[in-house]
Structures are given as C-alpha cells and as structure tokens.
C-alpha cells in the first residue's frame, strides 16, 4: 500500500501527464500526496520559458500547486524548495519517508542530456524508492 507519494512537478508540459499518472492510482483515502516543485538555482534567464515560473514568483508556484491539490480527494501537502533538482527531490522523499516518486522527464539525448544532466535518471539511481517517471509520448 502506498502511504506517502511525492509528486515532483516543474511547471512544463509534462507536469499534466505526472498528474494524470497519478490520477491513475487506486490509492487510499489516507495516502498523503506532497507536490514538489525545486527552484533551481542554476536555472538562467535564457532557459526560463514564458510559460514556466520563474524564481520570483513563489505565489505563483503555490497557486499551481494548489490546483493539483484541489482536483484530488487526499491529503497533500505543499513543497516549493531552491536547489539541485534531482538532489531536492531525494531529499524531500527522505524526509517524509516516500513510499514513491513520480516525476517527469524532460527528454533530453545526446549532448543535452550530458550537458544538462537528468534528473529523472539521478533520482531513480539514488532514491531509497520505487520511481515512476512519465514520458511523453508525443501523442
């Protein structure tokens, strides 16, 4: 049974099919959902998409986060953190000893991928849990 699953989402077209994986789950009325967003701190002006929030709005971020809260019937909680992306959701699952993660994966290859780093490869290699990272398909 799952009794706490963090819920990363980054504000990018894929937060929506995280929830919808989430959305899939038969899960208890007392599984506890904490929704993450890390603000990273290495996150330049040039890669801010319009679309995406941007550091400074922290308002923002929660007004979205609370959203995802509103459409699911389980207690959740809010998380907005600065740092390392994939070393913050590890983190985060540590603390309130996650039973999953679920994340999305921003399809990076080749030199993108070893420039940037992945985060959803990080964390499933370090994380003390089961991981589902939801891809896009394209469809």
């Known amino acids: 049974m799952l009794k706490t699953i963090l819920v990363a989402v980054d504000g990018s077209p894929s937060t929506e099919l995280v929830i ?3 959305e899939q789950f038969q899960l208890q009325p007392t599984t506890n959902i904490i929704f993450s967003h890390v603000i990273s701190a290495q996150e330049s002006d040039s890669e801010a998409l319009a679309d995406r929030p941007h550091p400074d709005s922290g308002e923002f971020l929660q007004e979205q986060l609370r959203l995802y809260q509103d459409k699911l019937d389980f207690r959740s909680e809010l998380e ?3 740092g390392d992306p994939a070393v913050e959701i590890i983190r985060l699952a540590n ?3 996650v039973d999953l993660i679920i994340l999305g994966s ?3 290859t080749g030199l ?3 420039l940037q780093g992945s985060v959803s490869a990080q964390v499933v290699a370090e994380a003390h849990c089961s991981v589902l990272v939801v891809k896009d398909n394209g469809d």
Do not use: T
């Open 95 to 97: 603390i309130y000893k």
């Open 80 to 82: 907005i953190v600065h």
């Open 112 to 114: 993108n991928r070893i």
């Open 106 to 108: 921003r399809g990076l």
């Open 20 to 22: 919808q994986a989430l």
